[in-house]
């Protein structure tokens, strides 16, 4: 630990702190998380092993690095990442007028679906998606998903998992339901909530408890039931009594947001976990399409330049 | 062409509508093709009969203790953990003493059920096992040597990985017919060429991919409905699986197949020496007729 200051703590999780940290080698800031040791009698910790085994496969530019992994003769264990000050919770309120603007939650909301993606197709789910756990680098205009200390890895047959997982604002409603199963749409769930606080700066569902909150989702994207999510009815936690509310029309609550949007919007926070989109699918959609249009128009401009044109030349000409 | 299909694939996908699970419409299949030969020990390494002669010894110790940890068996571990000694041990040094070699078993077992167990505790995995000598001290320093020595990548990509994507080849319908399917295949066929050094040699995909189509006994198709939707499987190399195949009914052959259908008995004592293969074989038929296996 001797090439690493520890500084102020900036987070407080179930299996450890994560403390600011210089790298005194090369100035760098990091991020260190420390690692409880509950008990000196159990070898390296199992949270350890975990999280470490499951962050080492992960290389993404939407993701935080995995810098190192440092212990001491006394089985304390240190992860360090890389580390910025700013996340999107901040950066909302910091820079409230770039923040807003259609194009910037476009691009911001691109980069966190490839990252959750990254994270899906290597069998791992995220579990904890909030805007403070998105961290951005603005001169790289970058924005990297933190803090897997709540994920999950799934490549073995899926089993029961712990309920107590995802900030309830970002949490879907299958988890809030006690489903004892549930699969990496929570992920996408958490990151429709993000989508909609991004273009309103309001949680869309945010209810005081658990069940207020479960009532609020219901009241916006209707109350589900044996037809809609096959299977709701039994789930534990599922409400007795609850009025029977029809689907909002989401067009209304985002009344700056361009149809394809809402309709994104729309599927990834589909209440029937089987039939919400993908983080996959969520990429390919419409409302990413147009973007990509722009950047062939200027692509096809940048052709029309002579000198790029003699580089396009010279490069067909390599074997 | 490789792009091409998969683009082909992936759009085909996306109208699959049935699917209950986002992960597996997802099929992060690609990537577990890519990187599964990482996972795999030193090719040529079990070719010496010594390395054999070892692994054998150090398999059925890991499955004696992957039977027991404190927690209800989960045929994961012994899975996982012999691979970790697989790619351990055919890529670095060998412990000299035969202490620190049982440590070093020991050790790849605890990772495992680390891997797969929550609240996993070391102290009770000890005392079920009756390793009332080994400190936790010790083992604690050898989970660092193996953790540093695979670099941390303990989430390794074995034949279990590919057994449901093989499966969604086959044209079954039935839930139920599908479980009976992976079942038979992971039991009669899958487990034994894990737990065989000779099978060290081909990719996990492989591997999983022969334990579908091997002949099965009683069963009424004939080979050719297990072989010819794999055929399809762009990913799999034919001569590869011919090769598996052969060695899988070679041993079929010799009947060396049953002694790994019985379940290791769970007294532990230190470190087991290998029996004689024909007694073992006696006392599995023995124990096998007495469950009215055969």
């Known amino acids: 630990m001797e090439k690493y200051k520890l500084g102020k703590v900036i987070g407080i999780g179930a299996y450890g702190i994560v403390h600011r940290g210089l790298n005194l080698e090369t100035n760098q800031i990091v991020a260190i998380k420390r690692f409880y040791t509950f008990d000196c009698k159990n070898g390296v910790p199992y949270t350890t092993i975990q999280e470490i085994s499951m962050l080492i496969e992960m290389y993404h530019i939407n993701i935080v690095k995995l810098l190192d992994v440092i212990s001491n003769t006394k089985n304390e264990w240190y992860i360090i990442f890389e580390y910025l000050d700013l996340d999107l919770e901040k950066y909302m309120v910091t820079y409230l007028k770039d923040s807003m603007e259609k194009h910037t939650i476009k691009y911001i909301m691109h980069q966190i679906l490839s990252g959750v993606m990254y994270c899906h197709k290597h069998r791992i789910m995220h579990r904890d998606l909030t805007p403070d756990k998105l961290l951005i680098d603005l001169n790289a205009s970058v924005v990297k998903i933190a803090d897997f200390g709540m994920a999950r890895a799934f490549d073995f047959p899926l089993r029961a998992y712990s309920p107590e997982v995802v900030t309830t604002w970002y949490r879907a409603p299958e988890i809030l339901l006690g489903s004892p199963v549930y699969t990496t749409a929570v992920d996408v769930w958490s990151v429709g909530c993000i989508f909609a606080k991004m273009l309103t700066r309001q949680n869309l569902f945010a209810g005081a408890s658990k069940n207020e909150h479960l009532r609020k989702i219901f009241s916006i994207m209707g109350t589900p039931n044996e037809r809609t999510w096959p299977g709701v009815t039994s789930l534990p936690y599922y409400p007795a009594g609850l009025p029977e509310y029809y689907p909002e029309n989401l067009e209304e609550f985002f009344p700056d947001l361009e149809p394809a949007g809402v309709d994104l919007l729309s599927e990834m926070l589909c209440m029937n976990p089987a039939r919400r989109i993908s983080a996959h699918r969520a990429l390919q959609h419409a409302y990413f399409k147009k973007k990509k249009r722009k950047e062939k128009k200027e692509k096809k401009m940048m052709i029309l330049d002579p000198i790029e044109e003699e580089k396009e030349e010279e490069d067909d000409d390599d074997p | ?294």
């Open chain 2, 1 to 294: 062409m490789n792009s091409k299909q998969i683009k082909k694939e992936e759009s085909e996908m996306e109208f699959n509508f049935e699917n209950p699970f986002q992960e597996q419409e997802l099929k992060p299949i690609e990537w577990l093709f890519e990187t599964e030969t990482q996972f795999m020990a030193a090719q040529g390494f079990f070719q010496n009969h010594e390395a054999r002669r070892l692994r054998k010894i150090a398999v059925k110790k890991i499955r004696q203790l992957s039977q027991n940890g404190g927690f209800r068996h989960d045929p994961f571990v012994s899975f996982l953990a012999v691979n970790y000694y697989d790619r351990c041990i055919s890529s670095y040094p060998l412990p000299v003493d035969e202490y620190s070699y049982g440590l070093f078993i020991i050790s790849c077992v605890v990772i495992a059920w680390k891997m797969r167990k929550s609240g996993f505790y070391l102290p009770v995995f000890l005392e079920t096992n009756r390793l009332y000598n080994v400190d936790y001290r010790q083992i604690e320093r050898m989970e660092h040597r193996i953790l540093y020595a695979l670099k941390w990548r303990m989430r390794s990509v074995t034949a279990l990985c590919f057994l449901d994507f093989f499966i969604s080849f086959y044209n079954f319908t039935d839930i139920q017919e599908i479980a009976t399917f992976k079942r038979q295949s992971l039991e009669c066929k899958l487990l034994h060429m894990h737990y065989d050094a000779r099978f060290t040699e081909f990719k996990p995909s492989t591997i999983a991919a022969t334990a579908l189509i091997a002949e099965r006994p009683n069963i009424a198709p004939p080979p050719a409905f297990f072989c010819e939707p794999l055929l399809r499987c762009q990913y799999l190399n034919m001569d590869e699986l011919e090769n598996c195949h052969n060695l899988l009914m070679a041993q079929v052959r010799s009947n060396d197949l049953r002694t790994y259908l019985v379940p290791p008995s769970p007294s532990m004592d230190a470190i087991a020496e290998v029996e004689d293969d024909d007694q073992k074989r006696q006392r599995s038929r023995k124990r096998m007729r007495e469950r009215g296996l055969v």
